[in-house]
């Protein structure tokens, strides 16, 4: 190992306040750690830039533990043995993990997965066959459930999560309808994937009625990954039974006005809905059941993904940011650099 | 039968816009109808009033069918056979049934069902083991499921539902805390029903730092009456996994403001949440089940109950109208007469 290299890493230097900006975070080089007995140096070739990552730079109480300040942000990572002392893992071998937002991670191989690049490229395993694909996969068929014939809402359809859900809705025979932000979204929603309808929700002048004409028997699943007023129209339509996997709220994870909107609790008791928070982790025990499956689909051209790629480990930070104005179609990475072999 | 005897009705005369007045409605007088073969004439013992009720009044989409304009109100009725051409009840026989807000309904025989008086007077019939235990029971064990040492927190906690649902959770081995309206309503759970805290939200300035200093290892479910502000603060204080039976919204039945607070889904993704609305019929297969356990119960002096008894037929709109201002303590009720055997 080349003492020499040198790492470049990114840390939490200030909790944002609504908005997070490029003052809150730091660049900061250091040598690279050299691997212990049982460790692996891994260099990053893609990283994965998520809407949840924004709670952890908060303090607030969550599901996972706030980062650090002072520290590096930890994500999804694909990357490359370059050193191992491991039995695990041998220089060039392709790995995912949770890992630092730098250059090279050097870490016990325990902590790693090695990814199979006959089945997909390896940014793939940051999104259909990752954390965004298992996501969709559990929260839809575990809490949303839909049955043929049904209606399936899907906000922040375009979005890493998104294309999933409704790409597995169809699978299940039901009606979808995907929320996006911008015409080339839904046009590929439709196009694409395979949508039933598409509506973009900033140039609807009238999100109600543009959801109504789009579920003309009612909304039987909503999965939610935004919040907000669009969540708001859509639970006026909701049907007898419906069912609310709340994946995310994108919406309101910068806001700082209190967030106030129309009470559900009325319309919740009026239809029997149910409307659940999860996160992937609740589904540990069956994640190799949701990759088999997921797999199983992609193999047979049933779920199509799209990435959208920044390029440099300096834009990290501008990609998660971007996540926020929507910019993305598909799965965010940022493409650090090229495998070696 | 007497075909002398004049029968006395409440009619739907007007839908109520927010709170309805004594003018929404109408007594008319009929002469009481001739049972027809397979047919009973039922007395009206006990008739009891409930917030659901108030939906009906109205007409939108809802899981029970608005009441017509010009009918009679329907609602749960004890009453005492007074002449039978069925072979099912004979003259004496008392029973429940979901009739008509009148003096006498003539009714086909298999609509009714027989009550025992051995186990608990009749009016007992329209509570613990009626609608509102049966209520309490399943919301609470189907979609709560309180385990020992959990934290329990139930709206409208002294009503007709909310004082099972606490008995019901302390049986579980929960800790119980009630919000309710009065002090004599937070004495009522803590001493006669053994609650281990009671809130009123009424008097206490700062309901979220009361609920705070009552649940102090946070709250893992919330057994809602209420809706509206009470509910509001609750949900801050839920733990992971918190489960959230949606009973009732008594808060927003009369609301004509659209009924604005904080947005509740971020709050639900990150505890991992659940929130289930529900009624009664949603048990239908099972309400033997859960009369038997109230019954059980009830016996074994586990479960207490209190009513609030409204004397007079022509008393009735009043004793609906006060449930909106949390005038009883246990199930509201209206004695319409007394049985003659």
């Known amino acids: 190992m080349n003492q ?13 306040v609504g908005m997070p900006t490029e003052q809150n975070f730091e660049f900061k080089e ?6 212990q007995d049982g460790q692996v140096v891994v260099r990053t070739l893609y990283l994965s830039v998520d809407p949840y990552m924004r709670g952890r730079m908060s303090d ?35 790995v995912i993990g949770m890992l630092g937002w730098q250059l090279y991670n050097t870490v016990d191989a325990m902590t790693l997965r090695q990814i199979d690049e006959s089945i997909a490229p390896v940014s793939a395993y940051l999104s259909v066959l990752g954390l965004t694909g298992l996501t969709a996969y559990f929260g839809l068929l575990d809490i949303g459930q839909p049955k043929e014939g049904e209606t399936v809402v899907v906000s922040g359809a375009a979005g890493s999560v998104g294309m999933f859900v409704g790409q597995i ?57 935004v919040g907000g007023e669009i969540s708001d129209a859509v639970m006026n339509l909701l049907n007898d039974y419906a069912r609310i996997p709340l994946c995310g709220a994108i ?3 910068n806001r700082t006005d209190g967030d106030m909107g129309p009470r559900i609790l009325t319309k919740m008791i009026k239809t029997r809905s149910l409307m659940k928070g999860f996160v992937l982790g609740d589904y540990a025990d069956r994640q190799l059941e949701g990759l ?8 047979e051209g049933k779920l199509k993904y799209e990435e959208t790629i920044v390029d440099g ?26 495998a070696e072999k």
């Open 313 to 338: 480990f300096d834009n990290a930070i501008d990609a998660f940011l971007q996540l926020f104005q929507g910019a993305n179609i598909g799965k965010m990475l940022v493409k650090v650099s090229d």
């Open 169 to 225: 809705a169809k699978i299940m025979g039901a009606r979808v309808v995907g929320i996006a932000g911008t015409n080339e979204k839904c046009d590929y929603l439709k196009n694409e994937l395979g949508f039933d309808a598409a509506i973009n929700y900033k140039t609807t002048d009238n999100i109600g009625a543009a959801l109504e004409q789009a579920c003309p028997n009612g909304v039987d699943v909503y999965f939610d990954n």
């Open 60 to 94: 607030a109480k969550s599901y996972i533990p706030p980062y650090n300040l002072n520290e590096v942000i930890v994500g999804g990572i694909v990357g490359e043995i370059v050193e191992s002392n491991s039995d695990l893992f041998k220089a060039g071998d392709k």
């Open 251 to 253: 919406s309101s994870y």
């Open 4 to 16: 020499q290299l040198t790492n470049k890493q990114i840390l939490l230097a200030t909790r944002p």
């Open 30 to 35: 250091i040598p690279v750690a050299e691997a």
């Open 292 to 299: 088999q499956e997921l797999g199983k689909w992609l193999s």
